[in-house]
């Protein structure tokens, strides 16, 4: 057992480390770096002896067993490697990182959907790029299941598929594609960096009913939402992070129009809601367009970061200004309520304390024991939240995985390779 514990540490210092060294380097460019989380920064050597500090007290809480199911988990499938195309595609996870960098400077809100795109694709079935699929005769697509048609982002991972085709034909899968560009966009919503080993395979099927019924409400309570997500291994602190991501790009009006006008068909508001921020809602979003129904048509992640509106899908034209609208998908809240340089992950968990969350799924998490007291450390510490969320962002990109000789290697990420 002492063993999986220094995998712990070890996995730990090395996420710290590169992600120091990252938002060191994102600091002089101007983006967010960890200083800008306090307003008396400290010298490096004190923040890694704080961090070391907390992940002894981390480590001596969690039972034996729980720390060996994570590091097992968190390490993924023995078949996926560290820098997995080195020899076979060297260039691979650099051209990924540039074209994401390089579409979100013309589409802010690309970075959101991707994270979202890879929390819809692992979700359901583990991280395949089953999401991605065309439909075909005898198979539904993902993409037409009522909790993924505001997906977004299908476009930017074709683009950079047909890169990675014209340098290294039938090498790179989609899946790998899909939660390195993920990893990129969290980094550049000012997150924290996380190591991932690839190798991933791609599905030769999509799961259309699965992702139906089995994705998680934005109208879910919280024993609801922590039922979903234990069924994926999660259990409250990791599903507690994983939703920091909210605190990034936009969601639509209609998944929580229901909180401002008519809660559980009351015709009033969420009690819940802080009358300041219920004003500031119903300012953004008028009561003249239905709301959507509940689960099962609506993902948990709405329209935000896992969860995010806006860009492409993979049927439309190559002009990548066309955007899908209708009157309903132009209702929108920005998930940092129009604040300036909001901190990744820390903003989103103190506007759950003062009651400000903007889906009933999140502010859900405050009436939870367990999960209320993973907000207020998250709200009061983001060098914690940092390290939570990159551990369960590789557990979530390691999800049921396929390795060789299971799956394939798709040439067009939407269409099953002949």
């Not at 979700?123 to 005898?138: K, N, R, W």
């Not at 309520?337 to 759950?352: I, N, Q, S």
């Not at 990109?397 to 067009?412: D, M, Y």
Request: proline content about 5%; overall charge negative; glycine content about 6%.
């Amino acid at each position: 057992m002492a063993a999986f514990r220094n995998l712990s540490f070890l996995v730990f210092v090395f996420c710290v480390l590169i992600s120091l060294k990252n938002q060191n380097a994102e600091t002089k460019k101007g983006s967010f770096g960890i200083s800008s989380f306090s307003s008396s920064p400290k010298k490096p050597a004190s923040i890694f002896s704080d961090l070391l500090s907390k992940q002894a007290v981390l480590l001596s809480t969690e039972d034996e067993e729980v720390v060996n199911r994570k590091m097992l988990t968190v390490s993924g499938s023995e078949s996926l490697e560290y820098d997995y195309y080195r020899k076979s595609c060297p260039a691979a996870e650099k051209t990924i990182r540039e074209a994401v960098r390089e579409l979100c400077k013309s589409r802010p809100r690309l970075g959101p959907a991707l994270v979202r795109l890879v929390f819809h694709d692992c979700f359901i079935e583990g991280c395949d790029a089953s999401v991605l699929l065309d439909g075909v005769e005898g198979m539904r697509s993902e993409k037409d299941s009522p909790p993924n048609e505001s997906l977004k982002g299908f476009y930017a991972i074709d683009i950079i598929k047909s890169k990675l085709e014209g340098m290294c034909p039938g090498v790179v899968s989609c899946a790998d594609i899909l939660v390195l560009a993920a990893r990129e966009a969290v980094i550049l919503a000012g997150g924290p960096f996380y190591p991932l080993n690839t190798g991933r395979r791609d599905s030769t099927v999509a799961y259309s009913d699965i992702a139906t019924y089995e994705l998680p409400s934005p109208h879910a309570d919280v024993s609801e939402t922590l039922a979903s997500f234990a069924s994926r291994g999660f259990d409250e602190r990791e599903t507690v992070s994983l939703l920091g991501s909210h605190s990034t790009g936009t969601t639509h009006c209609r998944f929580f129009k229901n909180r401002l006008y008519n809660f559980d068909g009351s015709g009033q508001p969420d009690p819940t809601l802080d009358s300041g921020f219920l004003n500031l809602l119903r300012s953004k979003c008028d009561n003249t367009l239905p709301s959507r129904s509940s689960a099962p048509s609506a993902s948990f992640t709405g329209s935000t970061l896992p969860f995010n509106s806006s860009l492409l899908s993979a049927a439309e034209a190559p002009s990548i200004d066309k955007l899908s609208s209708s009157p309903e998908e132009e209702e929108v809240m920005d998930m940092t309520y129009g604040e300036p340089a909001a901190e990744f992950g820390t903003v989103y968990y103190r506007h759950l304390l003062q009651g400000k969350g903007l889906l009933f799924a999140d502010q859900q998490l405050m009436a939870g024991e367990e999960t209320r007291i993973w907000v207020g450390a998250y709200a009061s510490d983001p060098f914690l939240f940092r390290r939570d969320f990159a551990l369960v962002m590789m557990r979530l990109s390691n999800l049921r995985v396929l390795t060789a000789p299971r799956g394939q290697i798709r040439q067009n990420c939407s269409k099953v390779a002949g």
